[in-house]
C-alpha cells in the first residue's frame, strides 16, 4: 500500500503558486491567438485544471465566475461518456451541451486528457464564448434548444492528436464566422496543451507520480476553511425572493430558502416559476455556479475555487423550474435568470451578516447581439457588452460600469466601430442613476448607436431591470431601471429587431442601488458627485 505524501506549509505554497501560474500562462496564451472580441476584448472564458476524476484543482485568474462552477463539472460528464480508459495522450474532448455545459449554445467546452507514465493524471479544460454558434442570433425569442443554433455532443474534436475532419466541416458549415469560431476553438486547444506541457514540467520537478496527494491536501485545507466560515454563521433557514423584467407584461418570481446546518449550506428554489417557452431558463449547471459563487463571497471570499470550497453546499431546484429547464427548453439567454441568484443568496446571508453583501447591481449585464454582411459581402456575427454600476455596500459608494457577478470587460468603441458597421456617436456616464444613499450605487452608461450598414443588421439584446430596478438597501434607494429605443422609441428588449441603414439605438443601463439613509451621505461625497456630474442639483 503507497503511503500518501505529505506536504509541509512552504512547500505546498510554492506548488500552488506553479499551478496558478501555468493556468494563468495559458490564460494568457488563449488571449494572444484568440480571433474574436468575445475572448480577446471582453474576456469571457475560462481555464481550468482538474485531478484525473474532474474534480477542479485551480482556475486562471481572469476566469468568470459561471465558468469556474460549471467547467469542472463539464469534465466529469466527459468522464462518464469516455471512460478513462478509453482515452489516449493528444485526445481532445468537445460539447457544448446546453445541460452538461454552461447552460447555452454558444460556450464551447473542451478538455484534454494529460498523462503521465501511462495513466491519466489530470485534464486541462477551457470553455469560451464563441463568436457564433448559428441558428437564430442570440437572444430571448427561441421557443426550443433546437431554434438556438449548432449543438455539439460530447465528442472528441482530436483522437490521439488526429483532427476530426469532418466534426470541424460541420461547425463551419453551420456558423456565420467560421474563421472566428474555430480560431477561437484552436486557441482553446492551445490554451490545454499549454497547461498539459506546463504540468508536466511541474511533476518532473517536484517527484510527483500523479496529482492524487496533492489535489487531495489542496481540497482538504479548502473544504475544512469554507466549512469554518459556514459553521460561525448561525443555523437557520433564511428566505429572499424577487421579480426579474420576464417577458412582456409578465415577470418571473424566483424563491430561495438557504438553510444553514452547522457547517452545511443548502440552497433550495422550491417555489421558483415554471420554466417558458423563451430562451431565458437557466439550466441546473448554470444555476449551481452561480449560487456557489454568491455562498463563497459572502462567507470566504479569498478562498481559493476548487472542488474542496463547494463540497459543503448543495442545491435543490425542482425540475421545470426556470432554474432547473428540462429539455428541449431554450437557454441562450440564461443570464437574464442566473445573474440574480447571487443576489438571492445576498438576500438570505444579509439577514445574519448584513455587512458583507451589497445593494442590488445595475447588470444583469447588458449585450447586444448583431449579424449582417460586412463590406466585402460576408456574414458576420458579433457581441457587445455595456455594463451598469454595481450596488453601494457598507464599505463604499457601487463601482460604475462593471459586469457582475459575471467580470467580462466592456468592448472599447474603436474595436466595436472597426469591425461591425456601427458609429457610436457617444458612451459616457448616466448621471443620477446610481441609487441615492450614505453609499452611492455605482452609475450606468448611456450608449448611442448608428448603424452605417447598407444591408440589413439583425440586432437582439441582453438587457434587464428595465421595470424592476436594483434595489437598495439599509435605507438605500433604488437606482434607474434601464431603457431601450430604437430611433428614439422604447422598445421591447426581449425582442429580435432589424436595422436599415441610419437606424439608431440607444442604451441606457441601470444604475446600483444606494447602501445606507441617504441623508448620511458625507458632504464632501456629495459635493464631488456634483463637481463631477454624477449626480445633478436637483438629484442631490
Same mark, same amino acid.
Given at each position: 500500500?503507497?503511503?500518501?505524501?505529505?506536504?509541509?506549509?512552504?512547500?505546498?505554497?510554492?506548488?500552488?503558486?506553479?499551478?496558478?501560474?501555468?493556468?494563468?500562462?495559458?490564460?494568457?496564451?488563449?488571449?494572444?491567438?484568440?480571433?474574436?472580441?468575445?475572448?480577446?476584448?471582453?474576456?469571457?472564458?475560462?481555464?481550468?485544471?482538474?485531478?484525473?476524476?474532474?474534480?477542479?484543482?485551480?482556475?486562471?485568474?481572469?476566469?468568470?465566475?459561471?465558468?469556474?462552477?460549471?467547467?469542472?463539472?463539464?469534465?466529469?460528464?466527459?468522464?462518464?461518456?469516455?471512460?478513462?480508459?478509453?482515452?489516449?495522450?493528444?485526445?481532445?474532448?468537445?460539447? *457544448?451541451?446546453?445541460?452538461?455545459?454552461?447552460?447555452? =449554445? $454558444? +460556450?464551447? #467546452?473542451?478538455?484534454?486528457?494529460?498523462?503521465? !507514465? &501511462?495513466?491519466?493524471?489530470?485534464?486541462?479544460?477551457?470553455?469560451?464564448?464563441?463568436?457564433?454558434?448559428?441558428?437564430?442570433?442570440?437572444?430571448?425569442?427561441?421557443?426550443?434548444?433546437?431554434?438556438?443554433?449548432?449543438?455539439?455532443?460530447?465528442?472528441?474534436?482530436?483522437?490521439?492528436?488526429?483532427?476530426?475532419?469532418?466534426?470541424?466541416?460541420?461547425?463551419?458549415?453551420?456558423?456565420?464566422?467560421?474563421?472566428?469560431?474555430?480560431?477561437?476553438?484552436?486557441?482553446?486547444?492551445?490554451?490545454?496543451?499549454?497547461?498539459?506541457?506546463?504540468?508536466?514540467?511541474?511533476?518532473?520537478?517536484?517527484?510527483?507520480?500523479?496529482?492524487?496527494?496533492?489535489?487531495?491536501?489542496?481540497?482538504?485545507?479548502?473544504? *475544512?476553511?469554507?466549512?469554518?466560515?459556514?459553521?460561525? =454563521? $448561525? +443555523?437557520? #433557514?433564511?428566505?429572499?425572493?424577487?421579480?426579474? !423584467? &420576464?417577458?412582456?407584461?409578465?415577470?418571473?418570481?424566483?424563491?430561495?430558502?438557504?438553510?444553514?446546518?452547522?457547517?452545511?449550506?443548502?440552497?433550495?428554489?422550491?417555489?421558483?416559476?415554471?420554466?417558458?417557452?423563451?430562451?431565458?431558463?437557466?439550466?441546473?449547471?448554470?444555476?449551481?455556479?452561480?449560487?456557489?459563487?454568491?455562498?463563497?463571497?459572502?462567507?470566504?471570499?479569498?478562498?481559493?475555487?476548487?472542488?474542496?470550497?463547494?463540497?459543503?453546499?448543495?442545491?435543490?431546484?425542482?425540475?421545470?423550474?426556470?432554474?432547473?429547464?428540462?429539455?428541449?427548453?431554450?437557454?441562450?439567454?440564461?443570464?437574464?435568470?442566473?445573474?440574480?441568484?447571487p443576489m438571492l443568496v445576498f438576500g438570505c446571508l444579509?439577514?445574519?451578516?448584513?455587512?458583507?453583501?451589497?445593494?442590488?447591481?445595475?447588470?444583469?449585464?447588458?449585450?447586444?447581439?448583431?449579424?449582417?454582411?460586412?463590406?466585402?459581402?460576408?456574414?458576420?456575427?458579433?457581441?457587445?457588452?455595456?455594463?451598469?454600476?454595481?450596488?453601494?455596500?457598507?464599505?463604499?459608494?457601487?463601482?460604475?460600469?462593471?459586469?457582475?457577478?459575471?467580470?467580462?470587460?466592456?468592448?472599447?468603441?474603436?474595436?466595436?466601430?472597426?469591425?461591425?458597421?456601427?458609429?457610436?456617436?457617444?458612451?459616457?456616464?448616466?448621471?443620477?442613476?446610481?441609487?441615492?444613499?450614505?453609499?452611492?450605487?455605482?452609475l450606468g452608461q448611456e450608449i448611442l448607436l448608428e448603424?452605417?450598414?447598407?444591408?440589413?443588421?439583425?440586432?437582439?439584446?441582453?438587457?434587464?431591470?428595465?421595470?424592476?430596478?436594483?434595489?437598495?438597501?439599509?435605507?438605500?434607494?433604488?437606482?434607474?431601471?434601464?431603457?431601450?429605443?430604437?430611433?428614439?422609441?422604447?422598445?421591447?428588449?426581449?425582442?429580435?429587431?432589424?436595422?436599415?441603414?441610419?437606424?439608431?439605438?440607444?442604451?441606457?443601463?441601470?444604475?446600483?442601488?444606494?447602501?445606507?439613509?441617504?441623508?448620511?451621505?458625507?458632504t464632501t461625497a456629495l459635493a464631488a458627485d456634483l463637481?463631477?456630474?454624477?449626480?445633478?442639483?436637483?438629484?442631490?
Amino acid at each position: 500500500m503507497t503511503t500518501a505524501r505529505n506536504f509541509d506549509a512552504v512547500e505546498l505554497e510554492l506548488l500552488w503558486r506553479r499551478l496558478i501560474s501555468l493556468v494563468d500562462e495559458a490564460a494568457a496564451a488563449l488571449v494572444r491567438t484568440s480571433f474574436s472580441t468575445l475572448v480577446r476584448e471582453s474576456y469571457d472564458f475560462s481555464c481550468v485544471v482538474t485531478d484525473a476524476a474532474g474534480q477542479s484543482l485551480v482556475q486562471a485568474t481572469e476566469s468568470i465566475p459561471s465558468f469556474i462552477g460549471t467547467l469542472p463539472e463539464t469534465v466529469k460528464h466527459f468522464i462518464r461518456f469516455f471512460p478513462i480508459d478509453s482515452l489516449a495522450p493528444g485526445d481532445v474532448l468537445i460539447t *457544448n451541451d446546453l445541460w452538461l455545459g454552461t447552460g447555452h =449554445l $454558444p +460556450d464551447i #467546452t473542451v478538455a484534454k486528457p494529460i498523462f503521465r !507514465d &501511462g495513466r491519466v493524471v489530470a485534464f486541462s479544460a477551457s470553455t469560451a464564448h464563441a463568436p457564433d454558434i448559428g441558428g437564430k442570433i442570440r437572444s430571448p425569442e427561441p421557443r426550443e434548444v433546437f431554434e438556438e443554433g449548432l449543438q455539439i455532443p460530447p465528442l472528441k474534436l482530436m483522437r490521439a492528436g488526429v483532427t476530426d475532419d469532418t466534426l470541424v466541416a460541420m461547425i463551419r458549415q453551420n456558423v456565420r464566422t467560421p474563421e472566428q469560431t474555430m480560431g477561437d476553438l484552436w486557441a482553446q486547444v492551445v490554451a490545454l496543451d499549454l497547461m498539459e506541457e506546463r504540468l508536466h514540467v511541474l511533476m518532473e520537478q517536484a517527484a510527483l507520480a500523479d496529482l492524487t496527494d496533492l489535489a487531495a491536501e489542496i481540497h482538504r485545507r479548502c473544504e *475544512n476553511a469554507m466549512r469554518s466560515a459556514i459553521a460561525a =454563521l $448561525p +443555523d437557520g #433557514t433564511y428566505r429572499s425572493k424577487l421579480k426579474t !423584467d &420576464g417577458l412582456l407584461d409578465t415577470p418571473i418570481t424566483i424563491k430561495l430558502a438557504l438553510t444553514i446546518k452547522g457547517d452545511t449550506i443548502t440552497a433550495d428554489f422550491t417555489g421558483t416559476d415554471a420554466q417558458v417557452d423563451r430562451a431565458i431558463n437557466c439550466a441546473l449547471c448554470y444555476t449551481y455556479a452561480m449560487v456557489m459563487y454568491g455562498v463563497k463571497v459572502c462567507t470566504s471570499p479569498t478562498l481559493p475555487n476548487n472542488e474542496g470550497a463547494w463540497r459543503p453546499i448543495s442545491i435543490v431546484a425542482p425540475p421545470g423550474c426556470i432554474v432547473n429547464p428540462q429539455f428541449p427548453a431554450p437557454g441562450g439567454s440564461r443570464m437574464l435568470i442566473g445573474h440574480y441568484l447571487p443576489m438571492l443568496v445576498f438576500g438570505c446571508l444579509g439577514q445574519i451578516v448584513p455587512e458583507r453583501v451589497m445593494a442590488a447591481c445595475g447588470s444583469p449585464m447588458w449585450g447586444m447581439n448583431q449579424s449582417g454582411l460586412n463590406a466585402a459581402g460576408k456574414p458576420y456575427a458579433n457581441m457587445f457588452f455595456f455594463n451598469g454600476g454595481m450596488g453601494g455596500n457598507v464599505q463604499g459608494d457601487g463601482i460604475s460600469c462593471l459586469s457582475w457577478p459575471s467580470n467580462v470587460s466592456s468592448t472599447a468603441v474603436e474595436i466595436s466601430e472597426h469591425i461591425a458597421p456601427l458609429h457610436i456617436h457617444h458612451k459616457r456616464l448616466r448621471p443620477d442613476s446610481g441609487g441615492p444613499g450614505r453609499h452611492r450605487g455605482g452609475l450606468g452608461q448611456e450608449i448611442l448607436l448608428e448603424s452605417r450598414s447598407p444591408t440589413p443588421i439583425a440586432v437582439s439584446f441582453l438587457a434587464e431591470r428595465t421595470i424592476f430596478p436594483a434595489f437598495g438597501i439599509e435605507g438605500g434607494q433604488d437606482g434607474a431601471p434601464g431603457v431601450l429605443k430604437i430611433n428614439g422609441e422604447k422598445v421591447d428588449p426581449k425582442r429580435q429587431y432589424v436595422l436599415k441603414a441610419g437606424d439608431t439605438v440607444s442604451l441606457a443601463t441601470p444604475g446600483g442601488g444606494g447602501h445606507g439613509d441617504p441623508a448620511q451621505r458625507a458632504t464632501t461625497a456629495l459635493a464631488a458627485d456634483l463637481a463631477h456630474g454624477l449626480v445633478t442639483q436637483r438629484a442631490g
